[in-house]
């Protein structure tokens, strides 16, 4: 089977690979367009991006999202800022320093070319949000303003105050709408997918579940588009939407698409604390904070324990009592280090007893310097909505005490495995933004995730699906009464008619949250190999309790939360397992991913790059089977190896 | 905390809708107003499951349905009327950025869907808002293709005008204002929409043609008209004011004095 990892990488200069690719594959004229039908699925910014644009390209879209409106997908919580290698600034940013920066930030895990496209298309982005009427924020004299990012020495980031991701979305909803409007595109808001149905090998189309009714309904096209986002909420608690999941991407899985660097989970160091267990989901401070916060635990244990014990508040703690640490440890990039450094580095401290919460599990951010330096309208007009937001969740005042932060899971850079063209190792099946796994290796840059998901949805699926749809218009439509969805279609209704057979005594809830403790204790920030091995046994436990014992309240045939929520715990079973089991076998520290027993003596990642510097792709084999492993060998052409280095 | 919920049950679109009462307890302040909702579902999936319960006549609705998602109080999807408000007694939050500290140990709270005749319920609390993307679609865009526009800083935009545009392109599409309008008006959604366009250059190419066209849209799908009481900016949750209506009444009447 190694020979379905064919990377398609196009041979060339780095900098011509794109364009080349571009002039050599095939293009679908505008009458056959008109034949050709795409599902999409998923409405954040790869899936709503790609939908307006092969819309706008006069294929026939049809577009699926769970929420009510595709507005809603949870790239509309994303906070800081988007990425582009404009260089407005004149710090002598580049295509090739923005390439650089995400290659090293991944640590060395991402392919080359792809990152470099993304560089190259990161330009466009930002013209063509402009031009939508996205109001990113301005400098006095009317020109676009830039803020600086963690793993970055320029300022490269464009930003809509802390709701960039809400602007992003809102213009490419916009143009979706505007497709919708025009009758290219049809949207199916509240549908969940619950399945892809494979013809002779291609995806042809996908089984979904109308969320308010409750019917099973059928959808042919000649290719499917995965847009549906990352699977961080394995973990129960995270700072994804309480709605995001990772079954889309589990359905591919076991139709034959391979999931790549499943254990590649980024944990964001600036997220407000666990309150407790009534909490339901962790609110991330978006690390654009980080540009005038600083990070700090008290030198000394007696501070600490007044803390604690409320004798003395934070702006009681001298100057010279307060332990900037990332500033002490990596004096070149200080409060901006890359987030997988930052999150160790909280832990670190925590670890040692110096965490400044009742927990013990939090660390200050504070703004008094830049508060003194800009003063505190400066301060307001950059971050008033986190500020608000902050207060309003843990009623303390940021501008007068900093802020506690605590990491927690945030993104997951492993995702389907896609070639050069964004195709999964099925054909016809496509996987885009932050459902794939290319671009970000073992730890993403922020500001990075919405660069990648406009670059896939506006930039690059629409000219690569072209080449395989240039084949397809001679097809005719699929036909949805073929016995390949007969039999996908049954599936489905047997797993829903089986969780609801159970009749058991547990919440669905009450077994997310089980499952979401052995992750983070187990394959969390730091993760050995007696905790993943335990991790695995204890997951297949849960999982096999859960079949006997869970109660999944109503009926089918309404709209059902409790059963929407079982189905996609069922796939996180599953992904919780392949994490483990991709973390186990990746015997280094990379990125986010830290094996205790590989790390330097100052408790750094120490990478294994001539072991592992590939990209892990994991092939389903059955239920209850253990996946195979293939590798697709990462080669770096263009930039030299080295251990990432933020201290000087 | 401990407390007395009076919350809206309705099975389905055609049902006919009721209140039920519950109790939860133990609430920490600290939480959410949608955690302490979890915690009244899991009693509820708890009762439902257990025989001597549904002996002694618990209620069988069920857990109770709500839209929610990213509780962080910027996808729009919480829409809770809470205590006669809309997103609960606290200013300039969503329902799921409400915490349990602003109310006290034994209140009694009254949980509905929001009302407003746009948003037919689809179940308990949960409501149907399709209409706010339909009167999107009919001109909440700037007409652009992907690809071939000129360098973001070809025009330079006054900071001022910037962040007035920012200030309606915050809506969130939640629906608290129509859900509190008394005439039911989906107004202050259609004029962050316009005004947020109308004060940029790429905005104003179709600026006559897209306010026409979403107030259309807006009174075909039945929501009501503006008599200016402007409880929707008391009540919308990222404060988006009534000058943006004011602006939208500039340029729909500038539009139709042109026709």
């Known amino acids: ?60 879209v049809k577009v699926f999202c769970i929420s009510d409106s595709p507005r809603r997908a949870h790239s509309i919580a994303a906070q800081g800022g988007i990425n582009a290698a404009k260089n407005y600034q004149n710090d002598n940013d580049s295509v090739y320093r923005l390439f650089y920066d995400t290659i090293k930030g991944g640590d ?36 676009l303003a830039n803020r600086s990012f963690g793993g970055a020495q320029v300022s490269r980031t464009f930003y809509a105050r802390g709701q960039t991701g809400q602007q992003l979305l809102l213009g490419a909803y916009a143009a979706l709408n505007r497709q919708i409007a025009a009758g290219t595109v049809k949207s199916y808001p ?52 309480m709605n995001s999941n990772g079954s889309a991407a589990m359905q591919c899985y076991r139709k034959g698409a391979f999931f790549a660097n499943p254990c590649f989970a980024q944990i964001h160091p600036t997220c407000i604390p666990v309150h407790g267990d009534q909490q339901s989901k962790l609110t991330l401070m978006s690390e654009s904070l980080r540009n005038d916060g600083r990070i ?24 010279e009592d307060r332990d900037y640490y990332l500033e002490r440890r990596y004096p070149a990039f200080g409060n901006l280090v890359p987030r997988d ?47 608000q937001m902050y207060e309003k969740i843990t009623d303390v005042n940021p501008y007068e005490e900093p802020m506690m932060i605590y990491p927690a899971i945030h993104y997951t850079m492993g995702g389907i495995w896609v070639d050069y063209n964004l195709m999964t190792t099925v054909p ?64 489905v209704n047997d797993k829903i008619a089986k969780l609801f057979a159970v009749k058991g005594k547990r919440s669905v809830d009450s077994f997310h949250k089980e499952l979401g403790l052995i992750m983070w204790n187990n394959v ?91 990209v892990a792709a994991w092939e389903y084999k059955g239920e209850n089977e253990a996946p195979e492993l293939h590798k697709e060998p990462l080669v770096y052409e263009n930039i030299k190896i080295a251990t990432r280095n933020y201290k000087d | 905390m401990d407390l007395t919920l009076k919350v809206w049950r309705q099975k389905n679109a055609k049902a006919q809708g009721h209140f039920e009462t519950y109790q939860v307890k133990n609430i920490s302040s600290d939480s959410s107003f949608l955690e302490m909702l979890d915690i009244l579902n899991e009693q509820l999936i708890a009762e439902g499951v257990d025989p001597v319960a549904v002996e002694k006549g618990c209620k069988s609705s069920g857990p109770v349905s709500f839209d929610h998602d990213c509780r962080e109080g910027i996808c729009g999807a919480c829409s809770l009327y809470i205590n006669g408000r809309a997103h609960g007694p606290d200013d300039e939050v969503t329902t799921c950025q409400l915490h349990m500290r602003k109310f006290k140990d034994g209140d009694t709270i009254t949980i509905e869907p929001w009302r407003a005749k746009g948003f037919p319920v689809i179940k308990d609390l949960v409501v149907d808002r399709q209409a706010y993307d339909k009167i999107l679609q009919a001109g909440g865009y700037v007409s652009v293709r992907t690809g071939g526009v000129p360098d973001g800083n070809v025009i330079p935009i006054p900071y001022e005008k910037a962040e007035e545009s920012m200030d309606g392109a915050a809506c969130i599409g939640c629906g608290a204002c129509a859900a509190t309008c008394k005439n039911g008006s989906a107004m202050l959604f ?68 042109k026709d």
Not at chain 1, 129 to 140: I, T
Not at chain 1, 200 to 210: C, T, Y
Not at chain 2, 206 to 229: H, I, P, S, Y
Request: net charge neutral.
């Open chain 1, 1 to 60: 089977m190694a020979e379905k990892l064919i990377s398609k990488i196009p041979e060339g200069p780095l900098s011509e690979k794109w364009t080349k690719h571009k002039s050599q594959i095939r293009v679908v004229s505008p009458g056959n367009k008109r034949k050709l039908e795409v599902i999409v699925v998923g409405t954040g910014l790869g899936g709503a991006s790609a939908a307006a644009s092969l819309g706008e390209l006069g294929y026939n």
């Open chain 1, 108 to 143: 060395y895990r991402a392919r080359e070319a792809n990152v470099y496209r993304l560089a190259e298309v990161s330009n466009n982005i930002i013209d063509q949000c402009v031009a939508q009427g996205v109001p990113f924020a301005r400098e006095y004299g009317g020109l």
């Open chain 1, 190 to 241: 509240r549908y969940e997918m619950l399945d892809v149905v494979l013809i002779n090998g291609e995806a042809k189309g996908i089984i979904a579940r109308n969320l308010v009714t409750g019917k099973i309904e059928r959808f042919g096209a000649h290719a499917v588009v995965i847009a549906t986002g990352g699977y961080g909420n394995a973990y129960f608690l995270s700072t994804n939407a």
């Open chain 1, 296 to 319: 700090w635990v008290p030198k000394n244990m007696e501070d600490v324990k007044a803390l604690r014990a409320g004798t003395k508040k934070p702006s009681d703690i001298a100057e």
């Open chain 1, 341 to 387: 450094v930052a999150s160790r580095a909280a832990k670190e401290r925590c670890d040692a007893g110096y965490g400044v919460n009742n927990t013990g599990l939090a660390v200050f951010l504070d703004f008094k310097t830049a508060i003194e330096r800009l003063g505190k309208d400066v301060i307001a007009a950059r971050y008033g909505n986190l500020f």
């Open chain 1, 428 to 491: 016809g099946l496509y996987a885009i933004g932050e459902a794939n796994f290319s671009d970000h290796g073992g730890n993403r840059l922020g500001a990075s995730a919405l660069m990648q998901g406009l670059a896939d949805g506006y930039f690059i699926l629409p000219y690569t699906i072209g080449d395989y749809l240039a084949a397809k218009f001679k097809e005719p439509k699929t036909d949805v009464n073929a016995p390949e969805f007969d039999e996908a279609e049954k599936a």
């Open chain 1, 524 to 614: 969390g920030m730091a993760r050995n190999e007696a905790g993943l091995k335990e991790a695995i046994e204890k997951i297949q436990a849960l999982k096999k309790e859960f079949w006997q014992n869970v109660y999944v309240a109503g009926e089918n045939g309404e709209f059902n939360q409790e059963l929407e929520k079982a189905l996609r715990l069922v796939d996180f079973f599953e992904i919780g397992e392949l994490m483990a089991r991709d973390a186990l076998n990746r015997n280094e520290s990379c990125g986010g991913h830290f094996r205790e027993e590989m790390q330097t003596e100052e408790g750094e990642t120490k990478r294994d790059d001539e072991n592992y510097m590939f």
């Open chain 2, 190 to 257: 259609v004029a962050a929409r316009v005004s947020s366009l109308a004060l940029l250059p790429q905005g104003q190419v179709e600026g006559a043609k897209r306010a026409k066209a979403m107030v259309a849209k807006m009174d075909e799908l039945g929501f009501g008209a503006c008599t200016n009481t402007r409880a929707c900016e008391m009540e919308c949750p990222k404060h988006i004011t009534v000058s943006h209506i004011a602006r939208l009444n500039r340029e729909f009447l500038c539009a139709k004095l």
